[in-house]
C-alpha cells in the first residue's frame, strides 16, 4: 500500500512538472512570436523608439563600431524572416564574446526603422535611469 501510494505521488509531481515545463516553452514560443509581430509592425509602419523582445539567428558578425560609444553589431534573422542589426553598446556592457554565425541571441531593447529591417539598440542598462533595461542572451548568459 506504501509503495502504491509513494508511485501515485512520484506520478502526479512528474506530471505536474512536465505540465510546467510545456507551460513554460508555449509562454516563450509566444513571446517570440510576438516579437516578431511587433517588429513586423513596426517595420511596417516605420515605427521607431518601440520595446521589442525575441529571438534570431546570428547570420552575420559585423566589425564594431568604434566611434564612441563604441557597438558590437551583428545581424540576426528573425522566425519570420525579417533581419535586424542589434547594435549593442560595448561602453554600457560586456561584449558578447564568442559570438559567431548560426548562434541564436535572445534580446531586449528598443527598435529603430530602417528601410533594411531596422535596429535593435539599448541592448542594456540605462545608467541614468531613464529607459526601460535591455539585454542579449547568448548560449545561457545574459549581457546588460
Known sequence: MKKALVIGAFLIVASIGIACHRTSL????????RGDQDIATAFKNHSSNVQVEGEGIVIKVLPDDIEK?????????LASGQTVLVAHNIDLAPRVDGLLEGD???????????DKGGVVHQTHRDPAGRRIAGWLRHQGKVYQ
Open 26 to 33: 508555449y509562454t516563450e514560443s509566444n513571446a517570440n512570436a
Open 69 to 77: 560609444p563604441r557597438h558590437q553589431r551583428f545581424i540576426l534573422r
Open 104 to 114: 541564436q541571441v535572445a534580446f531586449k531593447g528598443e527598435y529603430e526603422w530602417n
